[in-house]
């Protein structure tokens, strides 16, 4: 009981920012850092390269050069350009799908918090899209949409739905039960106005941890659907598809595969340490 | 007065009695602590002990000499700094705390500046801990037997299965478990809460440590059950010898079982000294007011002068039921319970937890339904027009002002959600109304603004009486208002209730364990035991005069302040 109120008191001035205060650490920075040098690079690819990404040249499989830092791939196109617009492609696809997904999965949450039958009509949902491996989800999308960038964004919304859902939903069920929902019952307001005005905000701290979580994921889902051809339609440039080109020339030209795999990693890897930065951050 | 250490003498008096005294204590003494013999020894010396937590200092300058089989009591309000010294005892501080100086000497061996393995070594074995909450102390997912295995085998003294297997039975035995040797398969689960401290006892007397550090060990538990807990620890103390320090905010739990007694506040000792000293003739302002502040069982009701009860009954709960659960494993809550609560009336409402006090407050409130009964408000029966009315004009205060509060939102707005859910007034309306129930419960309307986490638990149970008062009631239901909060806070919020009866009338329903406050806020008591209402009657007479038997066993239980109920004590230090 006393124990505690020394450090609760000097808790406020780093309550606030708890987040910041999360990624201000050498885990979250690092993070900030990956995803923020892949990013920028893509988003700035029209200024850092003049060459057209789709333009085939006669040189076939070059290595590094200063013509071409990363060299060319099998149909001589510039790898550096296509990896910069790839990264382009890549982070609006995960950009606009994640948070389509989080905010499906959490109006779903919140219908299911509503009524009992709703929960379990919405538990069941949930389950049907989890039973599905993703690769088979992807499949049975492409079959229906064929290969493009909607079957990309499609398959990464749906992954996503029962992720932020399912944490959303155990948050609900916790704050639910607190004194304070309690108390708002109790004061006349309705089950509405409990649900959005008093447990809502109280449980959306793990779903911005998730937020990150379902980035990483998403850069996944993108490289490993192109990988298949079940992606982008090629010409355009993704990082998958380039890692896919490359895999039939990992033994003889190594270098092909080098920059879209650093990229990939360096974006899951900074999405994953942003998300565990955060983590620690609120669970301070 | 400061960190001043007792006359050795007295202590040494004492050691030297307990263990000549009694021969378990002397057994023990010689078989497993060599040199606890005739001239008693000082087990645990603190000096000067200062903890940091992230540059606030929470303990400064503490220090006390602890002889072998000696009881001292550590007392402080919340943020005292009590617990924290306990925990820094064994170094157990939670995270950013750090003992930043000082010395804690078990034996002679400063455990302040130990590394930890061989700390390790001597937590449980020689100095042991028992916690406050039993229901999460306890693994529940092995059985009790496995624990007390467990306990013994981590110092390594008891290397076969059988003997450990039997000293476990023998320490359930030690602290009342009955049929110990039948129950050490059982989990936790199956044990009430008494009984789960009980075994956090014997899991921290398994090794025979020379020291036992209990923080609050009865904070969570029921007065009768509570009463039971310190006749153990004393019982302990007394026939193995074991030097008990016992950590607590209950100035009666402490005069129970300790002979010494320190006094903190805001992290210093500001008094110490025998407990008959102390309560009899305290020095310090901060003692005297301390022992003022805490609520006697002989203080007459004050509730009469305060406000006239009116004749009509304002609600009227006639035969109510609750129960849970699926019909075949039913568990009743309520089984008939029949109350009538009138226009400015306190009436009290005392039993121990699981007697259903909390399942009718929810019932008044509507919270839930009941399963049979009827309420009726005004005159008008629930569900048939009267609980449209009551849902404005019956609201709840709750006990624990930290959860009850949304943290998201600022003082202001949680005291403007009842109006805005009852839809009363407008922006500019509610906002000068919210100003005014602040005010009348005594905060600063400027302080609006700010979160619950800036303000202590006092003023944030006065946010949450605001909140119910809001919609204007005329019966407010209070579950423990002030069971959670310090003796000199619970004072001014007990007031600041009785003030607002004067003023607007309200009928109250206060609803709590500890008899002591019922009586001085009530005009009536009534006792709850096992859902049903066993005694009703006027406040004085039912402390007085009860007249049922259980009635008579709770108020044996509180304990009092008057030191007398450790007899040996007394004789002791005539010794």
Known sequence: ?????????????????????????????????????????????????????????????????????????????????????????????????????????????????????????????????????????????????????????????LAEIPLFGRQLRSGILVQREREYALAARVGGASQRRVLLRHVLPNAVDPLIVQAAVALSVGVFIEGAMSFLGLGVRPPEPTLGSILSQSVGYLATRPTFAAAPLAATTALVLGFTLIAEALNRGIRR | MTASTPPPSATTATAATTAAATPAAAAAAAAGHPGAGAPPRTVLKVTDLTVGFDGTTAVDGVGFELAAGDTLGLVGESGSGKSTTALALLRMLPAGGRITGGSVELDGQDLAALPEPALRALRGRRIAMVFQDPMSSLNPVLTVGRQLDEALRAHGAHPDRRERAARAVELLDLVGIPDAAGRLRDHPHRFSGGQRQRIMIALALANDAEVLVADEPTTALDPTVQRQILDLLTRINRRTGTALVVISHDLGVIAR??????????????????????????????????????????????????????????????????????????????????????????????????????????????????????????????????????????????????????????????????????????????????????????????????????????????????????????????????????????????????????????????????????????????????????ETGPADRVVTAPEHPYTAELLAAVPRLDPAPVPALTSRSTV
């Open chain 1, 1 to 157: 009981m006393t124990a505690l109120a020394a450090p609760a008191r000097a808790l406020p001035a780093r309550a606030r920012n708890r987040y910041l205060a999360g990624l201000l650490t050498g885990r979250g920075l690092t993070g900030l850092a990956l995803v923020g040098t892949v990013a920028l690079a893509g988003l700035l690819a029209p200024l850092l390269t003049g060459q057209d990404p789709d333009a085939q040249g006669p040189l076939a499989l070059a290595g590094p050069s200063a013509a071409h830092p990363f060299g060319t791939d099998d149909l001589g196109r510039d790898l550096f350009s296509r990896v910069l617009h790839g990264i382009t492609t890549d982070l609006a696809l995960i950009l606009s799908a994640v948070p389509v997904g989080a905010l499906a999965g959490c109006s779903l949450a919140l219908l299911a918090a509503g009524h009992r039958w709703a929960d379990t009509a919405v538990q069941r949902v949930f389950d049907l899209v989890l039973a599905f491996p993703g690769l088979i989800l992807a499949l049975a999308v492409t079959a229906v949409l064929g290969p493009g960038r909607w079957p990309v964004f499609i398959v990464i919304a």
């Open chain 2, 257 to 534: 079982t300790c002979r010494r007694l320190l006094v903190m506040r805001h992290g210093k000792v500001v008094e110490s000294g025998t407990t008959a000293e102390l309560l009899g003739a305290p020095q310090h302002p901060y003692t005297r007011q301390l022992l003022a502040a805490v609520p006697r069982l002989e203080t007459p009701s004050g509730a009469a002068a305060n406000s006239v009860p009116g004749p009509e009954p304002l609600l009227t709960v006639t035969g109510l039921r609750k129960t849970y659960g699926s019909r075949r494993r039913a568990v009743t809550a309520l089984d008939g319970v029949d109350l009538e609560l009138h226009p400015g009336e306190t009436l009290g409402l005392v039993g121990e937890s699981g007697s259903g006090k909390s399942t009718l407050a929810r019932a008044l409130v509507q919270v839930h339904a009941p399963s049979g009964g009827a309420i009726r408000f005004r005159g008008e029966e629930f569900g048939r027009g009267g609980e449209r009315t009551a849902r404005r004009e019956v609201q709840l205060v709750f006990q624990d002002p930290y959860s009850s509060l949304n943290p998201r939102m600022t003082a202001g707005q949680i005291v403007a959600e009842p109006l805005i859910a009852h839809g009363l007034g407008d922006r500019a309306a509610r906002a000068k109304r919210v100003a005014e129930l602040l005010e009348q419960v005594g905060l600063d309307p400027a302080s609006a603004d700010r979160h619950p986490r800036a303000f202590s638990g006092g003023q944030r149970q006065r946010i949450g009486i605001a909140r119910a008062l809001a919609p204007e009631p005329s019966v407010l239901i209070c579950d423990e208002p002030v069971s959670a909060l310090d003796v000199s806070v619970q004072a001014q919020v007990l007031d600041l209730l009785a003030r607002l009866q004067r003023d607007l009338g309200l009928a109250i329903l206060f609803i709590a364990h500890d008899l002591a406050v019922v009586r001085q806020v009530s005009h009536r008591i009534a006792v709850l035991h096992g859902g049903r209402i066993v």
